[in-house]
């Protein structure tokens, strides 16, 4: 838990454009959490329903710009593991 606490609000601090902002890193119920600023974003997954499918440069630029932001953590020092369609906004 200490290191999953360290790790987190050691990638909290992380400022690049492509990556949202971390408001709160914490414990509650000995269950370990992290709140994002959302804002009025969208997640991958909620965008690919309400929108019909993109021109391939869209999605292209899209994934480059994920891409962007997942490199900036990764030399940070940090990794992120897991990312799935609710996780990329």
């Known amino acids: 838990l200490e290191a999953w606490l360290a790790g987190a609000r050691g990638a909290a601090r992380l400022d690049h ?35 019909p499918p993109q021109a391939v440069g869209d999605a292209v630029a899209f994934v480059v710009d994920a891409l962007e932001g997942l490199a900036f953590v990764h030399e940070g ?13």
Do not use: M
Request: with cysteine; net charge negative.
């Open 77 to 89: 020092g940090f990794v992120h593991g897991d990312l799935q369609l609710h996780t990329v906004l």
């Open 17 to 51: 454009p492509r990556l949202v902002r971390i408001a709160e890193v914490g414990v509650a119920s000995h269950w370990p959490y992290l709140c994002a600023e959302r804002a009025d974003w969208q997640t991958l997954g909620e965008r690919l329903a309400a929108q």
